[in-house]
Nanobody
Framework: QVQLVESGGGSVQPGGSLRLSCAAS????????MGWFRQTPGKEREGVAY????????IYADSVKGRFTISQDNAENTLYLQMNSLKPEDTAMYYC??????????????????WGQGTQVTVSS
């Protein structure tokens, strides 16, 4: 079992920044891959970025490349998402996900095995 708790969401103007955090606990194996996903009402959940927690380059969706940075603090079992140059289209509920297998296909299909409760990000002037 994996427990994931997100925090750090809020409201920000276009061009602003936010940093999301995801505190993780439970099975290390089931947290081998961790990532950030987002969802707006009426749309499917989409992958934003993910990372292999035991090493490897982070992977980003094209829509956030160059603006968002995923990172982790293994000592604190925390995953982060630094979001810069935010746009109104980044408005969504953001979820932290974890999975033992991960990979591009599971990421793009948002088919990770464990999820947090989500944190809302609103970008508006």
């Amino acid at each position: 079992q994996v427990q994931l708790v997100e925090s750090g969401g809020g409201s920000v103007q276009p061009g602003g920044s936010l940093r999301l955090s995801c505190a993780a606990s439970g099975s290390t194996y089931n947290r081998r891959y961790m990532g950030w996903f987002r969802q707006t009402p009426g749309k499917e959940r989409e992958g934003v970025a993910y990372i292999r927690t035991d090493g490897g380059a982070p992977i980003y969706a094209d829509s956030v490349k160059g603006r968002f940075t995923i990172s982790q603090d293994n000592a604190e079992n925390t995953l982060y998402l630094q979001m810069n140059s935010l746009k109104p289209e980044d408005t969504a509920m953001y979820y932290c996900g974890a999975d033992p297998i991960g990979g591009w296909e599971r990421f793009t299909r948002a088919e990770f095995g464990s999820w947090g409760q989500g944190t809302q990000v609103t970008v508006s002037s």
